[in-house]
């Protein structure tokens, strides 16, 4: 069965950092891409960042270059997102997510974890 568990959300001010984890277990993760999206209240789910298993590549919604760095521990089977420069604009429930390409669409995207909320207060 495969499971995604994030952790590290939390609150923070405006301008503050927060590192965000991954968890992942149950599937063969060099086959997988994994990445990030988020999701405002009242709005929809959107890309964020994702990273393939060699790290080689990574992708990221333009919103957020610049201020967040994906990376990843394969021997920890785990994918994390340093996130500083934070403004409420990211505030959001931030969710990992799994893949078999490189990609920014929510279609594309085949396991999900279930979310850790990230508040950024102005």
């Known amino acids: 069965q495969v499971q995604l568990v994030e952790s590290g959300g939390g609150s923070v001010q405006a301008g503050g950092s927060l590192r965000l984890s991954c968890a992942a277990s149950g599937l063969t993760l060099s086959t997988y891409v994994l990445g990030w999206f988020r999701q405002a209240p009242g709005k929809e789910r959107e890309f964020v960042a994702a990273?393939?298993?060699?790290?080689?590549?990574?992708l990221y919604r333009d919103s957020v270059k610049g201020r967040f760095t994906i990376s990843r521990d394969n021997a920890r089977n785990a994918v994390y997102l340093q996130m500083s420069g934070l403004k409420p604009e990211d505030t959001a429930v931030y969710y990992c997510?799994?893949?078999?390409?490189?990609?920014?669409?929510?279609?594309?995207?085949?396991?999900w974890g279930k979310g850790t909320l990230v508040t950024v207060s102005s």
């Open positions: 997510a799994g893949s078999s390409d490189l990609s920014d669409r929510y279609s594309d995207m085949d396991y």
């Open positions: 990273i393939t298993w060699g790290g080689v590549r990574t």
